[in-house]
């Protein structure tokens, strides 16, 4: 599968982004989908995931209450709605696929097979 991811940009501290990502080469529905961050310098951190039928869905700590992951399987889209955006979560913002079964840690991106190319988000004070 073929992972695009797209949305990002400059917003100030406070703002909302809205983060896609279209997968092709294979249906979507397949994949646990997951998104990653990499701030400059620093490791490539879990933010969200969502299983398959989009029933079960995991935050990191810091963007609990501010970003919703979601997925429309017919349309081979992931989601991440970002709000109340802070100057911390700068960082490239990467879609990810995974093949795991239910046991699989998902906040690992080693248990994720195919990766997009990322898009920034900026965020300003």
């Known amino acids: 599968v073929q992972l695009r991811a797209s949305g990002g940009g400059l917003v100030q501290a406070g703002g909302s982004v809205r983060l896609s990502c279209v997968a092709s080469?294979?249906?979507?529905?397949?994949?646990?989908m997951g998104w990653f961050r990499q701030a400059p310098g620093q490791e490539r951190e879990s933010v969200a995931s969502?299983?398959?039928?989009?029933?079960?869905?995991d935050y990191r700590e810091s963007v609990k209450g501010r970003f919703t992951i979601s997925r429309h399987n017919a349309r081979n889209t992931v989601y991440l709605q970002m709000n109340n955006l802070r100057p911390e979560d700068t960082a490239v913002y990467y879609c990810?696929?995974?093949?795991?079964?239910?046991?699989?840690?998902?906040?690992?991106?080693?248990?994720?097979?195919?990766w997009g190319q990322g898009t920034l988000v900026t965020v300003s004070s």
């Open positions: 969502i299983w398959r039928s989009g029933t079960n869905t």
């Open positions: 990810a696929a995974s093949r795991g079964i239910y046991s699989s840690n998902f906040r690992l991106a080693s248990t994720y097979n195919y």
């Open positions: 080469g294979s249906p979507l529905g397949n994949y646990v």
